[in-house]
C-alpha cells in the first residue's frame, strides 16, 4: 500500500511540474540590472541599429527551429532590429558568461548590447512583439 502511495505522490509532483514548466516556458522576463554587454566579435555578426534579437540554439533542438521562424517573421516588421542566431556548442565561453542553461534562450539587447530581456523556450509572437516595444 505504501509503494503505491509513493507512486501517486510522484506522479502528482511530475504533474505538478509539468504544468508550471509548461506555463513558464518562453515567458520573457525583462532584465533591469544587467551587466552583460555583448560585443559584435563575440556573435560573429554586427549589431542592429535599434537593437539585436539573439538567439541561442543547438543542432537537434526542435523548438529552435520553431523560435527562428517566430523571430524572422516578426523582425521582418522591423528593419533596423536584427536577428542573429548563435550555435550555443559552438560559442561555450559566451554561453557561460551569459548563464544560458537551455536552448533555445532569446536575449533581447538594445543597440548598444547590454541584454534587456530574456527569453528561455521559444517565446510567442505577442511576447516578442511587446518585448520589442519596451526596447
Not at 505504501?2 to 520573457?28: E, P
Not at 537593437?51 to 524572422?72: H, I, K, Y
Not at 534562450?105 to 548598444?112: E, H, I
Request: hydrophobic share 45%.
Amino acid at each position: 500500500m505504501s509503494s503505491l502511495f509513493i507512486v501517486a505522490l510522484v506522479l502528482l509532483v511530475a504533474t505538478a511540474y509539468g504544468i508550471w514548466d509548461k506555463k513558464h516556458a518562453g515567458n520573457i522576463k525583462a532584465k533591469n540590472s544587467s551587466q552583460n554587454l555583448i560585443a559584435p566579435h563575440e556573435i560573429g555578426s554586427e549589431l542592429g541599429e535599434n537593437a539585436t534579437v539573439l538567439q541561442f540554439s543547438s543542432a537537434f533542438c526542435a523548438p529552435c527551429r520553431t523560435t527562428r521562424s517566430t523571430l524572422a517573421s516578426v523582425i521582418s516588421h522591423y528593419p533596423k532590429i536584427k536577428h542573429v542566431e548563435v550555435d550555443a556548442e559552438s560559442h561555450l565561453d559566451l554561453v557561460r558568461r551569459l548563464d544560458i542553461r537551455q536552448t533555445p534562450t532569446t536575449l533581447f539587447l538594445n543597440s548598444a548590447g547590454k541584454e534587456i530581456a530574456r527569453a528561455v523556450g521559444a517565446p510567442k509572437r505577442d511576447q516578442v512583439f511587446e518585448a520589442l516595444a519596451r526596447i
